[in-house]
């Protein structure tokens, strides 16, 4: 079956830097489009970032700049480097796998997902 493992959450101060990974496994990986959201205590979960298996991307505009989302195609893993982070960044972030080379902002247009990993940032 489809595995999504989400992996590099933690506590950082305002301004550091954290990254997360994604190993995905039981999926052709390649032709997947991944995304990552994330949900803060009390919100919709929100679209923060998406790769297609070219490698462009998309960011929301909370992010832009500050964020960059990567795939490897040949360890099945996508990441987001994440930098100048800010207090209203924390949240749990979720690695998403969208069966389709369109874009999705949406949660509904994901196929599969991970379990999430959480991000704090003290201010």
């Known amino acids: 079956q489809v595995q999504l493992v989400e992996s590099g959450g933690g506590l950082v101060q305002a301004g550091g830097s954290l990254r997360l990974s994604c190993a995905a496994s039981g999926l052709t990986f390649s032709r997947y489009t991944m995304g990552w959201f994330r949900q803060a205590p009390g919100k919709e979960r929100e679209f923060v970032a998406a790769i297609r298996w070219s490698g462009t991307s998309i960011y929301a505009d909370s992010v832009k700049g500050r964020f960059t989302i990567s795939r490897d195609n040949a360890k099945n893993t996508v990441y987001l480097q994440m930098n100048t982070l800010k207090p209203e960044d924390t949240a749990v972030y979720y690695c998403?796998?969208?069966?389709?080379?369109?874009?999705?902002?949406?949660?509904?247009?994901?196929?599969?997902w991970g379990q999430g990993t959480q991000v704090t940032v003290s201010s």
């Open positions: 998403a796998a969208r069966g389709q080379s369109l874009w999705g902002r949406r949660p509904a247009e994901y196929d599969y």
